[in-house]
């Protein structure tokens, strides 16, 4: 160590790397390859790295791995890659790296923000729940817009991301999560047996607490060392995936885990061809895990002073990136692994002032060989408070129960409450975690899926305890997942650490009896006073706790301060830690970037274009396309000169008169086959199936268990056991999930078998008078007749040589037909089709004109004419509902009494008094135009369009009590005045229906 440099010459694992310049805030630094940010500042003297989110203080690097809640810093490579909220103790360095501190102004060691500490008691714990309430007009011209501006941590890029993302789905038979000594031993395991085995670990080198434990030596190696050659070993296997810079960020269902993998963000320059991040959609057999623990700090006055950091975090900083983190150390803890990194750190040449251990009368190894080396440890004593304000100056100490204080000059604290088991992606999994009382932290309780927890994460003290329990851990999991055999070795663990407990809680000095700020949440400020203001305010479940002081709210999760919330609202309610509960983990892990979750599906990929087999014909001849859900459909098909009115206007007379022809194909369709497929389609919809006979049609109709209408569509009986059935363009996914969420749940008794076959099925809706004259000459082995072929019927045979299934069906009302071929031939069919179809002066429609047509005959559309809370009877569907049959889902949902009380909505028909006024669509209907405002309103208007072949325009509107207000005026406001509607009846057009047969 020599001038302004800590780098400790001979100390660490990267002393013969290359020199990697960086900057940090505008000063230019010198690190090396297989630095962190945060060990290269340190190496440079520089502990200072952010301000606090709410009262501006000063903060150090706290620790050295992905709990870090201090060190939070926006890496910039251009003015379109500026990543806000980075954690140095993760980010690698590379020449070239520019990283500036966030949440100060003017600059980091001047910040006018720091204001807020001075002013610290208005903002207490709460205090954004009783202020900002008065004057009632400031909330949105004064409090919200400032609030707003304050809020949040770093600034969000403000420039679109030019890095490319990827994602991967993998499967494998043992999915081992952490990539420390017990997650090695388990892959070992399970990898020797021939399973197939991923191996996950956020660091760059695999290893975890082997990579600052001196004392560990395993197979005849030191600990780090046998960890690298167990990984080279691992990934030269063909059935072994290894994954370092990769973390398990959330445990879901059935053992699906989603890992994201930084793939870029530690080189130089990055080709344009690498992804910035690699998404990995995991789905394992057996999990295990191996998360580790993460080390606790002591809390006590103004522990949150640059230079204070976690013992374990200096240990790893010195013993792996050669780094000493002070020149004049002091020691303040509860846990024996504080001793191991002063011991360390003296050995190194490093001044260690005092140990300052709240214990009163510690035995072991390391404190005998702390004293021998001479370092001065004082017992029962606590830390009562920290000097300095920009770097940590000194510690003064006091005898826990009271007495003389003593102030120790240092520029370093190194802290160990002890270690929390990192349950969290346990917790996820939907595991119960149990509280050991002896050891005072919460562990794997009940698993919920098919997983194990080792090491550390299990709450298993000891190396060799570790390994023994890993290793036999990943044998089981294999034969679990399938292994016959096993041929492996177990590692033998030669020497190891052992480390006691520790505490929970505020320590002597930051007592209920003081007004200090003793920092429990890092990032959020949360203090103990705060914890202890959140109970005397009434909050008694550790979740309220929770989000009256934001404690475990931030970016880290409360990976470090949890548990000591809890112990000390526990404290204070006089109650068992596990009465007042553990907050909820919740996934990610750490936080993800919206890159690696949305990947390619951005710009013009950001959702699947579907298009039909017939699309490139419409696109010829000019259509306008809409996007329906992800299809492209023809919207109209204009004429030169026409505008979309005039297209429109055209296309439905021409179905009246003589015909049209409209791709149906985006219509979902699916087919249910089986011996029980009609008593399937009698529990899934409202309708009878039994009794349909094979090569006939039924409308039909789906309710959610509530009684409400979720889908509608024709559904054709192909024989005893097929039915074709189709639904809404929008609803082919849901009712597809729908279905086979009932059969595999509900109606696991049943012989049927669901297939989704929209795309398999190109649809060509020919409709009009003319409409068999078209389709018939093409048509063989299918007689055409309306005898032999009525209203709803179905037919197999073939059109242009290839198989169709011809139904005669129509959402006009005219006589209509819908062919469906395979889709390879549809575009081909539809050609011949229009081909026949210009000899009788037919057009083609797009899906306004099939809008206005359907309208025109009360026809409804789910979702535009229901809003999720419309039943059959409001729909005026009743005689779709089977009156015999005894049970389908949502009968009894039917029934409740919300659903048949007088006033419900009811679907009915508008006419404006003035003809020539369209209505718009969601518009509000009210009885009394010039009631006092806020008029009370009785509907709305559902559909609305132009008719040219009534003449004028109709609209379906859903009204309180509609169908007993027929000839009723009713008022329809609007910013230009108030319209005049009739209600009428829903059909429009052909009331007698005498169309339908041409």
Request: hydrophobic share 40%; with cysteine; charged share 25%.
């Amino acid at each position: 160590m020599s001038g302004a440099s800590y780098r400790i010459s001979g100390a660490g694992r990267f002393s013969q790397a290359k020199t990697a310049r960086f900057s940090f805030d505008g000063q230019s630094y010198a690190g090396i390859e297989g630095d962190t940010l945060a060990s290269a500042l340190l190496a440079n003297g520089v502990h200072l790295v952010g301000r606090s989110f709410k009262y501006h203080r000063p903060r150090g690097i706290l620790s050295a791995g992905a709990e870090e809640p201090n060190a939070l810093v926006e890496i910039r490579r251009d003015a379109a890659r500026k990543t806000p909220n980075v954690r140095a103790t993760v980010q690698e360095l590379y020449d070239g790296l520019d990283a500036q501190s966030q949440n100060r102004w003017p600059s980091l060691s001047f910040d006018v923000g720091a204001v807020n500490d001075i002013a610290s008691p208005m903002f207490s714990a709460g205090f954004y729940y009783k202020t900002f309430m008065w004057p009632k007009a400031a909330w949105k011209s004064l409090y919200e817009p400032k609030i707003r501006a304050a809020a949040g941590l770093g600034v969000s890029p403000d420039k679109p991301d030019p890095d490319h993302y990827s994602s991967r789905y993998a499967h494998c038979d043992v999915l081992v999560l952490g990539g420390g000594a017990a997650g090695i031993a388990a892959a070992l395991a399970a990898a020797e047996t021939g399973v197939r085995v991923i191996l996950a670990d956020e660091q760059a080198e695999f290893g975890g607490s082997l990579r600052f434990e001196s004392g560990a030596k395993i197979d005849g190696q030191d600990g780090f060392a046998w960890a690298q050659a167990a990984v080279a070993k691992l990934t030269a296997m063909d059935n072994v995936r290894v994954l370092p810079r990769t973390t398990a960020f959330g445990y879901y269902a059935q053992n699906f885990v989603g890992l994201v993998e930084r793939v870029s963000d530690h080189l130089k320059a990055p080709g344009h061809d690498l992804a910035r991040e690699r998404l990995w959609q995991v789905r394992a057999k057996r999990v295990v895990l191996a998360s580790g623990a993460i080390e606790r700090h002591m809390v006590f006055a103004d522990n949150d002073r640059p230079g204070i950091m976690l013992a374990g975090a200096a240990r790893t900083y010195l013993n792996h990136y050669g780094v000493a983190v002070g020149r004049n150390v002091g020691v303040y803890t509860a846990n024996d692994s504080a001793y191991a990194a002063a011991i360390d750190l003296k050995k190194a040449g490093v001044n260690v002032a005092a140990i300052v251990d709240l214990r009163d009368n510690p035995t072991g190894p390391v404190i005998d060989e702390a004293r021998a080396l001479g370092i001065e440890v004082n017992f029962g004593r606590a830390v009562i408070r920290a000097g300095g304000k920009l770097r940590v100056s000194s510690m003064t100490v006091q005898p826990k129960n009271g007495g003389g204080e003593r102030t120790i000059a240092v520029d370093a604290i190194l802290m160990s409450a002890g270690w929390t088991p990192s349950v969290h992606l346990f917790s996820q999994s939907r595991g119960k975690v149990a509280f050991n009382d002896e050891t005072k932290r919460f562990v794997p309780g009940t698993y919920a899926q098919d997983c194990v927890s080792v090491g550390a994460c299990n709450g298993t003290d000891g190396l060799s305890a570790t390994v023994d329990e890993a290793y036999a851990a990943g044998a089981k999991a294999a034969r679990d997942a399938g292994a016959k055999t096993a041929k492996g070795t177990k590692p033998k663990v030669d020497t190891s650490e052992s480390w006691s407990r520790g505490m929970l809680g505020a320590a002597p000095g930051a007592g209920p009896d003081t007004t200090v700020k003793a920092f429990v949440d890092f990032q959020n400020d949360v203090t103990a006073k705060d914890i202890r203001q959140a109970v005397h305010e009434g909050m008694r479940s550790i979740e309220h706790v929770k989000r009256f002081t934001t404690n475990g709210m931030a970016t880290d999760q409360g990976k470090t301060s949890n548990m000591h919330g809890l112990a000390i609202a526990a404290e204070m309610l006089g109650k068992p830690i596990p009465e007042v509960g553990l907050t909820t983990f919740r996934a990610p892990y750490t936080p993800v970037t919206f890159g690696a979750i949305v990947s390619h599906a951005r710009g013009p990929l950001f959702d699947p274009t579907r298009k039909t087999a017939i699309h490139p014909w419409a696109e010829a001849q000019g259509a306008v396309f809409e996007d329906v859900g992800q299809w492209k459909r023809a919207w109209y098909f204009p004429k030169a000169g026409e505008d979309m009115h005039a297209a429109v206007d055209r296309e439905c007379v021409a179905v009246r008169k003589t015909a049209g022809l409209f791709d149906a194909s985006t219509l979902g369709k699916i087919e249910v086959v089986g011996p029980d497929a009609a008593k399937f389609m009698e529990l899934l919809y409202t309708n009878p199936w039994e009794k349909l006979e094979p090569g006939r049609c039924r409308y039909g109709i789906m309710l959610r268990e509530d009684g409400f209408i979720y889908d509608d569509g024709v559904v054709g009986r192909l024989a005893a056991d097929r039915f074709h059935v189709t639904t809404t363009t929008g609803g082919a996914p849901r009712v597809m999930n729908h279905m086979e969420d009932y059969l595999q749940t509900e109606f696991p008794h049943l012989n049927v078998w669901l297939t989704s076959i929209t795309e398999q099925w190109a649809v060509i809706a020919v409709q009009g008078p003319k409409s068999r004259d078209i389709i018939a000459p093409l048509v063989a082995g299918i007689d055409m007749s309306d005898e032999a072929l009525p209203h709803m019927s179905v037919r197999e045979g073939k059109i242009c040589g290839v198989p169709t299934r011809l139904f005669r069906m129509s959402f006009t009302g005219e006589r209509g037909f819908e062919v469906n071929v395979p889709a390879d031939y549809g575009q081909t069919v539809w050609e011949a089709l229009w081909a026949e179809g210009q000899k009788h002066g037919a057009a083609a429609y797009g899906t306004e004109a099939m809008h206005v047509l359907r309208a025109e005959k009360g026809y409804i559309i789910v979702g535009q004419d229901t809003d999720g809370t419309v039943t059959p009877n409001d729909a005026g569907l009743d005689w779709a509902v089977g009156k015999k049959k005894t049970d389908f889902v949502g009968i009894r949902g039917l029934t409740r009494p919300d659903l048949v009380a007088k006033g419900r909505k009811q679907l009915v028909g508008l006419k404006t008094k003035d003809p020539k006024v369209v209505l718009e669509e969601g518009a509000q209907i009210v009885e009394d135009p010039k009631q006092a405002i806020p008029m009370k309103m009785i509907g709305h208007v559902t559909s609305s369009y132009w008719s040219e072949n009534c003449g004028r325009s109709i609209a379906l509107a859903l009204v309180a009590g509609g169908r007993d207000r027929m000839g009723d005026t009713l008022y329809v406001p609007m910013p230009n005045g108030v319209i005049e509607v009739e209600v009428t009846g829903m059909v429009f057009f052909d009331e007698t229906g005498g169309r339908l047969n041409g």
